[in-house]
């Protein structure tokens, strides 16, 4: 009906602009110090500045090796020409992103199913806890997410309508998918192409192997100047799936199969005993356990219990184009437990990176999880034939107000957790303000948060992390000289008193040793608590802040 049309749709655009006013805020008003997204702003920045496609980055480089420019390119051009006007318009880009996401749901859900699954799914998608964390922060996860959802329905639309124009649009897609993001991008190229063998054999239409050859040679046409590109800088197609059988294959093929320039064979003598804690997001799946990661990803196990029924109606209906979707994952995942090793290398190795991998399929559980709810209320409602519109729209109102109350939970933590991410230390700031006014453009910083240092105190971050666990006088010189770096740059709520040789934190011994050492390290800047002060503090097991800056002298 009209009506339900009006009320859904206005319904949706009241609740979408309220997130992404909810989204903007975090993106907007908070630095850009998350995981990688320093790494990815700072490309982007470069690109705007440089105002050129370079062949090796211009930023997180050193004296041993030089990383060629290859991967995850649409989402850094896309911002690289927002930070053309700055990069307050830069943070923009990302909310936006996620609005449109919910629209192309809102919108595909109501051509496929109804309005009322329309309006459930894009809701639900846009409130998973999975999809706030990479709603404020600047990864290519989103658009890979956009791209994901517009390729399959536009598939999907050439099927029911058997228009070719759907069909090239969704091959450009499927060009975008495939350079917005390195790892997997795969999996959902695979599962088109299945569907298309599916609906070959269902209807034993011989366009189908024409069209299906356009398609395929679209996407391949356009992907392939990324491989010539890279073929004539690197002598290699610098491309990597994420599945470490297939990558074996590729880069078997090439010399330099991972594209950067090694100017100095350099064998470390030291190795961190590991990355950091196994607690929280660091654990893999399994050890996280499977109600807690549903937790973690979508606010409550039973919305994945739910979107499994959904599933199952779907198939009972002999509609299998969404278990085609999905049978490219269950492939991988059964591979690699054959293979044993599907938590120690690949999507399930953190909890963090499961989540981050598989957004793209968020979309869909949202959309499956929604049609099994509303044919509940459906099937409820035909038991009251005579009043069986009033009861629906009773029914559906009840889910929507329930649905909501209950997801506005995990939703306001998950974006209240990531404003403390976002937040830092103000010390920081301040260290990187001096160094932008105090340090020459040229200097090469080594740090441990390399990417937050390379962002927001806009100088190059290098180095070996073996340069954090040498207490070698002359081996740490030769090393950070061999590297090409002039300032460490310490910030000392990441010293690590139990000094366990993690990545992501200094041990406390190794910064006395740089105390002792005054005449190779001298203290050039220190803000916070002194430092002297702070190894007492660390050492009673109370926190410390603040950033101290050595310069290295030869």
Known sequence: MKEEKIICLAIFIIISLYTFYQNFKVAFNYPIVFG???FHMTIARDLANYKELFAYQKSYIDKVSKNGYTFTQYFHFFESFLFLFGENVAKIGLPITVFITALAIFIFASIFFDYKVALLSSILFQMFPSVVIYSTTFYADMHFTLFTILSFFFVLFYFKTNDLKYLITSSILIFLLLISKPLLPYLIVASILFIFIFQYFKTKNKNLIIHFIIFVSIFSILFSSLLIRNLILFNSFCIETGIESLDKIIFSLFKNPKCSEVLYEHKPKYEFAARTEKIGSEQDMFSFGFKNYADFAYGYSLILLFSIFGLALQISNKQYEYFILFLPLFILIITQLIQNKLLTTGIFYRVEDTARYTLQYSPFIAILFSYGIVNIINSISNLFKKKFYIIMISLFIVVLIVL?????????????????????????????????????????????????????????????????????????????????????????????????????????DWVEWLLTNKEHFEKVYENGIPIEQCIQFLKLGYPCDGVIIFKIIY
């Open 36 to 38: 990688d997204e320093g």
């Open 404 to 508: 909501l109350s209950e997801m506005y939970k995990p939703y306001s933590e998950k974006l209240d957790m990531m404003k403390k991410l976002k937040s830092f230390s103000s010390y920081f700031f301040e260290a990187c303000n001096w160094v932008k006014n105090n340090l020459p453009k040229n200097v090469t910083l080594h740090s441990l948060w390399a990417y937050r240092v390379g962002y927001n105190c806009e100088r190059n971050v290098g180095g070996s992390g073996e340069i954090r666990l040498s207490k070698d006088l002359n081996y740490t010189l030769n090393l950070t000289k061999l590297f090409g770096v002039d300032y460490l740059f310490i910030e000392k709520f990441s010293i690590d008193p139990l000094n366990r040789r993690l990545t992501e934190r200094y041990d406390l």
